[in-house]
Each structure stands twice: as C-alpha cells, then as structure tokens.
C-alpha cells in the first residue's frame, strides 16, 4: 500500500479520532461491527426499554452493510457500504453510548454531524460498489446478534486494511462538500 | 406455433441474473477506463482504479460486483407466435430468479410487505416483469438487477408543456445535485419524459439498460442527453462524491407520446454497476 494511507486499529479512542481529518486515506485493521437499518431500530428498541445491548459500543465502528452470501471457500461474500442516511434517525444515541465511528457511503444529517463534533466520533466512507474488492480484507466474520435478518444481522468483522476515506471528522469538517467544491464549474 | 417451454424460460432467466450480477457490461468498463484518463481528482482517480479492479475480480472469481444484488426487474419481448408449455410463464421467470439468487450466492433483497411486517421473501422473488407482446416467434429477455441506493435516489415530477427543454434539464440536474454521494456516482442516468406518469417511469428503467455510449436515434434528445451528461459532470460531485469531474457516464433519455396537457419527467437514477445482460430464445 501506498503511503498515502494512515493506518489505524480498533477499538477506537479520543486520540485516534481527534488526529483524522476529513479526506485522508485510512486503513482499518481488527474488528467492525455490521448493522444496517433493521439492526439500527432493533438497537434503538433496547435502549428505550433500558435493556442491555449485545454489544457494549465504546470505541466501537459500526460497517453499514448487508453482504451478499459467502461462496464455499470464501469468508464474506461481496460486502460493500450501503447508503448511511437511512440509519441517521438512530445514529446520535449510539454516539451517546460511546460509538466512536462509522463506516458507509452518502450524506449524513446535521443532527448526525452535531453528534459527532459531541462523542468525538468520525464517519469514513468506503467506496460503494467495490465490493468485492472490500471482501478480501475480511479476515473472519462472527455471528452477534439478528441472525433472523439474513443479511442484515449484526456480525462482528475482522478486518485487515480496510481501505476508507475520512468523509467527516470530529470537527465537522465534510469532504462532500468541501471535495466536490473544488471541481465545481 | 413454436413451443417454447418454461424450462428453457428459467435456465435463460437464472444464466443472465448470475452474468448481470459477475460481469459488467464491456461500454461500462471502457467508459470507467476512459473517465479514469479524463478525471483530475486523485481520490477520483483511485476509486475509478478501485471500480475497474473491482469489477475484474468479480468477474474472474465468478461473485457478485456489488452486494446489493437489486430486485430482480426484466423486460421481456414476447413473440406472439410461441406457445409456452410445461407451466405458468411468471412461474417459471420467478423459478429462475429463485435459482440465480441461490445457485449464484447473490443477496436476497426483497421484502414482501413494504409497509409493515417488511419481512425478506428469502428467495428475492417476486420480480419485476414487463412484457411486451410482439410479432415474432421469439422471446427476447433483457434482465437488470436493480440496486436501491440508486434507485432511491429517483424522482419524478409532472412538468407542464410550457417548462419545456429548459424544465427537464433543470430537474435532471438538480435529481443529480440533490442524489450527490448517495447513489454511488458515477451514475447512470435514465430519463423517461411523456406518456403517463406510469409509462414515463417505465421507459426511464428501460433507458438505464442502454449501452452506454450510444445516444438517442432522435438527433433532438441526443443533443440534449450529451448537453445533460455535460451539466451534471461540472457538479463537481465525482466518483464516490469526493470530488471530482467524474459524476454520471451516461445521460440516457426514451421518450413517448403524452397527453396535450401534460409533460411528464421521470428520472431513474443507476449506479456505476450498470448491471445488465440479455439474451434470446
């Protein structure tokens, strides 16, 4: 790998996140946890009712993604990033319970952002799409939680150099906005 | 009357769901190397290196592209000289559909009720099925499977006659705009304008399967689908919406008879993954 890319480890801390800035490269190594919206509003649920979680969230990044079915032999199938507006509405209660980042694709809401800049957390994009290129840094994948939900249950990755873009940091600093300002005509 | 039977109807519909899925079109991959050598972003640059890469891999390991492996939609000639025997035509697509999700190890992504119990059909049956019914004594499949974080980002407005060029092109760009980083640009854009506002969402499907690089036969809409494409690209989005000059690689509009009153647009937005196959019986 190029040396363009910052490499970093999981779990994740203050200082981790406080030194990532809004369009570096980063590579991720240890584990991730996977959620998409149906985990989200199974997770919000058992907050409401004062339950406990099946994860505890400190320092935790969740991986907005639902793979495609590993093929035998393989350890994940296809398993790129999913739209992350759709989990929005539930995200600024998990970054109050210490969730420090998220991995997807798309626009994040001002309310998700304000979150962040609070928890200190940061949102990486991966490139939607690249799938199968994204599944051959997964090493293991772990069932946690959901297994009902198919492809979208909540599995824990492990990851080695997962290739991501810091899309906004702790500061709010966005690189939708500020990267295609530079290219705009 | 030619027989055709409705075994031979799934083992087409399963091959081309399982080919849409692993190879790309070549038009999207010359497309993808030709914007790569156009593109100034760096990160536009690499994740267009990444898309091209990813889709080699996929087609060499025989998995999916992408792993929103979309709702299965098929456009379907229908000659009206065959007779289909051996069962039920809509049976034997779904069958097929059935087989190319399970056999294939593509991801399940329908859900039956889309309101309540949004509970996955596991099997990502039904499909979408448009038929047309055509002289001939063939049937001619062509399959895209759709993915949602472009489709999501569709919209359709019902212009008035008088907002004319000038009103479809504002309302294109601005579905680009407003879509940004979304639907996984570069995108596919497919344009309906006329008919219904049902029939103007059916042909901006059908545009989205277009090879990309051939234009509308009519030199009007051709003109204005290359004057789109070049509007949406000085957005400044680029691939994977970091920045770049790389934000859509076709523009594609179909267009059809409509009502004196009425002018209505339809766009269909399709990601980088331009998934589609075709084929004959």
Known sequence: MSDKFKKITTPLTDETVKVLKAGECVLITGDIYTARDAAH???????EEGKKLPLD??????????PAPAKPGQVSGSAGPTTSSRVDKYTPTLLDLGLKGMIGKGLRSQAVIDSMKKNKAVYFGATGGAAALIARCIKKVEMIAYEDLGAEALQKMEVVDFPVTVVIDCEGNNLYITGPEKYKK | MRKVSTEDIKKVVKELFIQANYDIGPDVMKELKKRLEAEESESGKSILAELIENNLIASAERIAICQDTGLAVLFIKLGQDIRIVGGNFNEAINQGV?????????????????????????????????IDLVPGDKIHFQVTPKGFGSENMSRMKMLVPADG???????????????????????????????????????AKKATLREIGKNNPDPRYAKLEK??????????????????????????????????????VVVNVCCHAARHAEAEI
């Open chain 2, 227 to 264: 004057e789109i494409l070049e509007e949406i690209n000085k957005l400044g989005i680029g691939p994977a919406g970091l920045g770049g000059l790389t934000t859509a690689l076709a523009v594609n509009i179909d267009h059809h008879p409509t009502h004196i009153a009425g002018l209505p």
């Open chain 2, 165 to 203: 060029e000038k009103g479809v092109k504002d309302f294109v760009v601005e579905t680009a705009k407003i879509a940004g980083p979304n639907p996984c640009p570069p995108v596919v854009i497919g344009v309906g304008i006329g008919g219904t506002i049902d029939k103007a969402a059916q042909i």
């Open chain 1, 57 to 66: 969230l400190n320092g935790k990044i969740l991986y907005y993604v639902g």
């Open chain 2, 98 to 130: 059935r087989e190319a999700y399970a056999d294939g190890y593509l991801r399940k992504s329908c859900v039956a009720d889309p309101l309540f119990e949004r509970k996955n059909t596991k099997d990502n049956t039904p499909a979408i099925i448009y």
């Open chain 1, 41 to 47: 509003k199974r997770l919000i649920q058992l907050v």
